[in-house]
DNA sequence: CTGAAAGCGCTTACAG
DNA sequence: CTGAAAGCGCTTACAG
């Protein structure tokens, strides 16, 4: 398609003002005058101009934009993250582009080269699972481009970060299940490369210690992506011990669901026979019956204090201390937890 | 923070080059030597040098980014279809900018004015479900920046868009019930103002009527916006009847999932008794139990449709006549309409 | 095959 | 309070 476009020039010839006047007058710069500035806005409304924001991006270099990585787009969790980002950055003036990595960190080695001098002033990102190597993200440091990293963050880097307290919460999920009287917990992990996933296991494990109940690697399940089908597999494990579990915490709330259902099929009542937790307050976990207990990730506050921290950098001039900022989580409890309340 | 950036003119200099060569060769133009062009390019690995994308984006007029309004980001259905975009986008080497309008008229009126001018080259957007005026989108059509809509998209307009089947997908969907022997067939309907919402209930009409089957206004409930406590009052007052029905078309999966548990937790058996299904293939869909019998929307492909559309449109300068492409749905049959084939 | 020059549409320091 | 001028970093038509 074809696009005409007025300028500045122009507008400046028909109210026979200089294009100095007209930039200003439109910037409501407080030493044009305040007749001057009414005629000018109002010619504009009339012609329908308004200033091309490239042109303006280019002479101020400042695009207001951000750029956001993130391994997929149609994960709840990050879609609502992607969710938490806009709706802050959209109130600061700031839009943003997005990348997804798909998990493949070649991609997200190609998406940096992309997005060097592009048009972005800052960058989120969620590395993906592959991520091993830091090396793809130095150019932005040099380019003087922030960074600010969440959820699976580098390991042993000195960057901007936002991330969740994982072992706190897991710790918190575990306890629970240990005052409402379960002796024999298990758990379902995931990716122990992951450090949250792993920060899931140890939490579990120090409430574990804490309360003098020792652990049986048997009620330990290792998955690799936490999907619906390991979580399946790992349950029917569970229930060929010579004792069944009287109560699991799932690293998330897909394997949640996997036991829950697993474990009604065989016939067992949950929460009576076996309470269960699950981990990031999925849409799912509080309409599948009985409703799960489980830990709120606050995504969504996440992606804010993201696109906070961002902005803060891009804005503040002087290179400062690089941050990690934890967001506290809440265990939300529903009936899969709520022993003896049932019937 | 700050940015400190090496330029063409660095680069010429530095190899006693001028930038018009500079430039050309970058960007392995035919008539530069194929020795000065890798000179120039290994000389710009070395200082890490990539062209400012602004100023080329600038002189080119050309920003290769795509902008997109969606009501919010964390609903599935449109992470799904953003995530089709994105992939298409990527291929072609666009970039896209996400804005939530919140199914606020107000605020994507707001966000549409950000966009004339802001570094878009097309648009593509989901309505509110507020939305019955479209003036705002028409400095779009005059600066020459394609428009593309899809799922809720302008009523009785000369507009390019991407929809679903709507009709025909609840007209099989119905008769799928039908066809396993139900009779006293229900709907639970979406907002009848939005045209997807309407065609589905048109589609469970028609279908009933050719199988002259006939309607009972009891059967039929209507909701505002779908959701799952709606579901539930819908169902529960299904169950209120005198003679309950044996089969219901829900408009969506939500309301779908709640039928199904209130029908249940009746001593309902599904789908012996009455049998369910949902709209659109969410992913609860295929995990609560008996899984459920839905309409694939094919969300990723209706978004990649609208990246092709809208690229195209963008590659192609002259305005072309409207399009309108039909995405075809297909049903999944699941265990929530099996009947007679479970125990 | 390479270069000099103009210019994209703004913004802003400088001058008055 | 307003204007003339320079310039942001590229690209490209023109010339040789």
């Given at each position: 398609?074809?696009?005409?476009?007025?300028?500045?020039?122009?507008?400046?010839?028909?109210?026979d003002l200089s294009a100095s006047t007209i930039s200003r007058a439109l910037g409501n710069h407080p030493a044009i005058s305040e007749a001057t500035t009414k005629l000018v806005q109002k010619k504009a409304e009339e012609l329908g101009f308004t200033p091309n924001s490239i042109a303006s991006s280019f002479r101020k270099k400042k695009t207001q934009s951000i750029g956001i990585i993130v391994p997929r787009?149609?994960?709840?969790?990050?879609?609502?993250?992607?969710?938490?980002?806009?709706?802050?950055?959209?109130?600061?003036?700031?839009?943003?582009?997005?990348?997804?990595s798909k998990d493949s960190l070649k991609r997200e080695q190609e998406i940096t080269k992309i997005l060097q001098n592009k048009m972005v002033e800052g960058l989120i990102v969620c590395l993906t699972i592959?991520?091993?190597?830091?090396?793809?993200?130095?150019?932005?440091?040099?380019?003087?481009?922030?960074?600010?990293?969440?959820?699976?963050?580098?390991?042993?880097?000195?960057?901007n970060s936002i991330i969740i307290?994982?072992?706190?919460?897991?710790?918190?999920?575990?306890?629970?299940?240990?005052?409402?009287?379960?002796?024999?917990?298990a758990h379902i992990a995931g990716n122990q490369f992951t450090p949250i996933f792993k920060a899931r296991y140890e939490g579990y494990k120090a409430a574990l210690q804490k309360h003098h109940i020792k652990q049986d690697p048997n009620l330990i399940g290792f998955t690799k992506n936490l999907n619906y089908e390991e979580g399946v597999l790992q349950a029917k494990h569970f229930l060929q011990q010579a004792s069944i579990p009287d109560g699991i915490f799932c690293a998330?709330?897909?394997?949640a669901v996997s036991a829950l259902q697993v474990f009604k099929k065989a016939g067992i009542d949950i929460p009576e026979d076996t309470a269960i937790i699950g981990f990031s307050n999925y849409p799912i976990s509080q309409v599948i019956e009985p409703h799960i207990t489980t830990v709120n990730d606050r995504a969504f506050t996440m992606g804010?204090?993201?696109?906070?921290?961002?902005?803060?950098?891009?804005?503040?001039e002087q290179?400062?201390?690089?941050?990690?900022?934890?967001?506290?989580?809440?265990?939300?409890?529903?009936?899969?937890?709520?022993?003896?309340?049932?019937?």
């Open positions: 398609m074809k696009r005409s476009q007025i300028t500045l020039k122009d507008l400046a010839k028909e109210l787009i149609d994960i709840y969790f990050h879609s609502l993250v992607i969710s938490g980002i806009e709706d802050y950055a959209y109130k600061k003036g700031y839009n943003v582009s997005i990348f997804q592959e991520t091993d190597t830091y090396d793809h993200f130095k150019k932005f440091k040099r380019l003087g481009i922030p960074l600010v990293f969440y959820d699976r963050v580098p390991k042993d880097q000195d960057v307290n994982d072992f706190e919460a897991s710790y918190k999920a575990t306890e629970h299940l240990i005052e409402k009287g379960c002796k024999r917990i998330n709330d897909y394997t804010k204090e993201a696109a906070k921290l961002c902005i803060r950098l891009i804005e503040d290179e400062s201390v690089k941050e990690t900022i934890s967001i506290q989580t809440e265990l939300i409890i529903r009936e899969s937890t709520l022993r003896g309340h049932l019937n």
